[in-house]
């Protein structure tokens, strides 16, 4: 904020003895310009075109992939509500596994559980592991009944 004479004044010989001309000059002209330099090299970014290559789609047309969908609260220590797997070929979805409440099982019997399942999808597909993982909250299960979709029912006494 100060120009250089007064800053001199302040942190020279009769100040806090801090200024140093070698340092003291780049880092201000940096202090004082930074924002406006900072924005000119986002634009000159943002204004590069990437040419991507050409990607013939059709190959990839007859490729089979596996999505693990994990019913789950955010957070990594949160328990599985449920899972299910979509089974996609290209870009069109030709089959679920129906979800199934994980509640009451331990770790070990989910993966358990998930393996059995990458056995049956290699077996009948060719997929030998998931291609990706979708998280979704369990309100979004679909299995009902289900303790986030509770009926409550009230008997006549």
Not at 35 to 63: G, H, M, S
Not at 105 to 133: D, N
């Amino acid at each position: 904020m100060l120009d250089a004479a007064q800053a001199q004044v302040l942190h020279g010989a009769e100040g806090d003895n801090c200024w140093n001309p070698k340092v003291c000059y780049s880092r201000r002209s940096y202090a004082r310009h930074h924002d406006r330099k900072n924005q000119q090299r986002n634009r000159q970014r943002q204004e590069t075109v990437v040419e991507l290559p050409l990607v013939e789609i059709e190959a990839f047309t007859d490729l089979h992939y596996a999505v693990l969908v994990v019913y789950r609260q955010a957070g990594a220590e949160s328990i599985v509500h449920a899972i299910s797997a979509q089974v996609w070929q290209g870009q069109t979805q030709i089959g679920i596994v129906q979800p199934i409440h994980c509640v009451g099982m331990v770790p070990g019997q989910i993966h358990q559980y998930m393996r059995k399942l990458l056995e049956l999808l290699e077996g009948k597909y060719g997929i030998k592991k998931f291609a990706a993982l979708e998280r979704l909250d369990p309100q979004l299960c679909p299995i009902r009944p289900c303790i986030y979709h509770l009926q409550v029912s009230h008997a006549a006494g």
